[in-house]
Nanobody
Framework: QVQLVESGGGLVQAGGSLRLSCAAS??????YGWFRQAPGKEREFVAA????????YYSDSVKGRFTISRDTPKNTVNLEMGSLKPEDTAVYYC???????????????????WGQGTQVTVSS
């Protein structure tokens, strides 16, 4: 049974940092992603990484502030978030899927498994 379990969310002041972690179990996938959804908005892509962690993609809104990484022995996917802004406030979801990262990594429709989400709140 595949499970993705996020941790690390919380409340932080603007300009601060948080580290999210996603523990995957059951099997491995060739790509992992982080998405987020703010109240009243659609789920949006944040970052994606290949199985080995060598290839990464970021949305323009987080590029230069967030870093996605893979710990393959532990089978975790991490998201280091820095210079946080109030507009980063959302529920953050970890996702896993197969298929080409370049073509499908930024589209939520091409992820097969999702975590339950973790709340990140950035105060101004």
């Amino acid at each position: 049974q595949v499970q993705l379990v996020e941790s690390g969310g919380g409340l932080v002041q603007a300009g601060g940092s948080l580290r999210l972690s996603c523990a995957a179990s059951g099997r491995t996938f060739n790509r992992y992603g982080w998405f987020r959804q703010a109240p009243g908005k659609e789920r949006e892509f944040v970052a994606a990484v290949s199985w080995a962690g060598r290839i990464t993609y970021y949305s323009d809104s987080v590029k230069g502030r967030f870093t996605i990484s893979r710990d393959t022995p532990k089978n975790t996917v991490n998201l280091e978030m820095g210079s946080l802004k109030p507009e980063d406030t959302a529920v953050y979801y970890c996702a896993a899927g197969n298929g080409p990262l370049a073509e499908r990594g930024q589209d939520a429709r091409y992820y097969d498994y999702w975590g339950q989400g973790t709340q990140v709140t950035v105060s101004s």
